[in-house]
């Protein structure tokens, strides 16, 4: 079993920065993908970036040049930096690992950009 605990959402304006955590439980992690997610208002969930432990990075074409996502496997966590939000942002954001069977979520966190 794998927790994942993020933290990191909340308010800002157009054009501000936000950074997102997602601490997980459990050891040797850094053999799997993790990345993060989002789920606009009324909309299905979407891929936003995910990185290996080896540090690839796949990224939807809305995060390049504005988000960038990381990972510190000796903490078992990774991080979303934002910048230049906009209100389409706006989104509930989830952690993830894919595990070789599994596939773990964090609880989420709510992003809200206003204009």
């Known amino acids: 079993q794998v927790q994942l605990v993020e933290s990191g959402g909340g308010f800002v304006q157009s054009g501000g920065s936000l950074r997102l955590s997602c601490a997980a439980s459990?050891?040797?992690?850094?053999?799997?993908?993790m990345g993060w997610y989002r789920q606009p208002p009324g909309k299905g969930r979407e891929l936003v970036a995910t990185?290996?432990?080896?540090?690839?990075?796949n990224a939807a074409d809305f995060a390049k040049g504005r988000f960038t996502i990381s990972r510190d496997n000796a903490k078992n966590t990774i991080y979303l930096q934002m910048n230049s939000l906009k209100p389409e942002d706006t989104a509930v954001y989830y952690c993830?690992?894919?595990?070789?069977?599994?596939?773990?979520w964090g609880q989420g966190a709510q992003v809200t950009v206003s204009s």
């Open positions: 993830n690992i894919k595990l070789t069977f599994l596939n773990y």
């Open positions: 459990g050891s040797n992690l850094s053999a799997y993908v």
């Open positions: 990185i290996t432990g080896g540090g690839r990075i």
